[in-house]
């Protein structure tokens, strides 16, 4: 069984960055593709960025040239680099594992989800 868990959120000011990290156990996931999604209050879960066991990278458009997704494969962990972040990005940011590479954007293709940490960007 694999389990997901993810750290590194916090408060911060708008312009200001954080790096979250998503440690996972129970079975190497290097073949996996990884991925960062986000929820807002009231709002539906979003795709922010996904990495392929090849690093093959995908992001949303919102996020570009802000976020960096990345992986390190001995420690079966990934990563999403925050700069820049905006009141906007506020949200629970959840860690997900799945091991098909196909429609990485869509939630409801991944198997295994972390409980997620709270990104809050004040203005």
């Known amino acids: 069984q694999v389990q997901l868990a993810e750290s590194g959120g916090g408060l911060v000011q708008a312009g200001g960055s954080l790096r979250l990290s998503c440690a996972a156990s129970g079975r190497t996931l290097s073949n996996y593709v990884m991925a960062w999604f986000r929820q807002a209050p009231g709002k539906e879960r979003e795709f922010v960025a996904s990495?392929?066991?090849?690093?093959?990278?995908s992001y949303v458009d919102s996020v570009k040239g802000r976020f960096t997704i990345s992986r390190d494969n001995a420690k079966n962990t990934a990563y999403l680099q925050m700069n820049s972040l905006k009141p906007e990005d506020t949200a629970v940011y959840y860690c997900?594992?799945?091991?098909?590479?196909?429609?990485?954007?869509?939630?409801?293709?991944?198997?295994?989800w972390g409980q997620g940490t709270q990104v809050t960007v004040s203005s």
């Open positions: 997900a594992a799945k091991l098909g590479s196909l429609f990485p954007n869509f939630s409801n293709t991944y198997e295994y």
């Open positions: 990495i392929r066991g090849s690093g093959t990278t």
